[in-house]
């Protein structure tokens, strides 16, 4: 079966712009979570879908935000773009909970100039 | 922030040899996940110990978890190149959370 889709790939954005980053998950999987990945900070949990419903949500500020639509397939926004916002971000899809394990994107790699 | 911190941070090792790499956590949990990750890309899930369990396999992989301690160590027999990657271990929250809070990571480097 077909794994978690990203796109797109690679994004190269300026500063004070807006980004959109899509992800499908495998099918059957209605949680849907994000993370994003700097050599300082690590692997971070940005938020968690399920269900078309924000479940959880991490630190972050509020220009970082996303939904999820009634196919699982969810997307995630970045807005007033900062350089620190520079990270490999990851989608990562189960089937209901983290308990059942995620199975991860390649990531988005993102880079703000 | 991280709750998971492994140990050592960098191993370099040769093929057929066994890798050994340490996870410790902070707070109590539901179960602890192993994760690899290949060069800056997607990370695979390698397998799940639940808190009630002690010891683990999968392949040549084995993941035994101490509780009592807040520790888990991965175990991977008779290396292979292909083995190198960063590996993580992953802990969820015993407080329903639904997000998992993933260690600082092992790099592994297996020469042939």
């Known amino acids: 079966k077909a794994g978690v889709t990203q796109t797109p790939r690679y994004l190269i954005k300026t500063r004070g712009q807006q980004v959109t980053l899509s992800c499908s998950p495998i099918?059957?999987?209605?949680?849907v979570s994000w993370y994003q990945q700097t050599p300082g900070q690590g692997l971070q949990f940005l938020f968690e879908?399920?269900?078309?419903?924000?479940?959880n949500k991490g630190n972050f500020p509020g220009r970082f935000s996303g939904r999820q639509f009634s196919n699982s397939r969810s997307e995630m926004n970045v807005s007033t773009l900062e350089l620190g916002d520079s990270a490999l971000y990851l989608c990562?899809?189960?089937?209901?909970?983290?308990?059942?394990?995620?199975?991860f994107g390649s990531g988005t790699r993102l880079t703000v100039v | 922030s991280q709750q998971g911190e492994e140990d050592p941070q960098a191993l370099s090792i040769q093929e057929g040899e066994n890798a050994t790499m340490n996870c410790s956590y902070k707070t109590s949990i539901n179960n602890l996940q192993w994760y690899r990750q290949n060069s800056g890309r997607g990370l695979v899930h390698l397998i799940l110990i639940r808190s009630n369990e002690r010891e683990k396999h999968s392949g040549r992989l084995r993941v035994t978890l101490d509780t009592s301690k807040k520790s888990s160590s991965l175990l991977i027999t008779a290396s292979r190149a292909a083995d190198t990657a960063s590996y993580f271990c992953?802990?969820?929250?015993?407080?329903?959370?639904?997000?998992?809070?993933f260690g600082t990571g092992t790099r592994l480097l297996v020469s042939p």
């Open positions: 990562a899809s189960s089937l209901e909970s983290v308990w059942d394990g995620y199975t």
């Open positions: 879908y399920f269900s078309e419903t924000q479940r």
């Open positions: 992953a802990t969820d929250s015993n407080t329903g959370f639904q997000k998992l809070v």
């Open positions: 099918s059957g999987h209605r949680s």
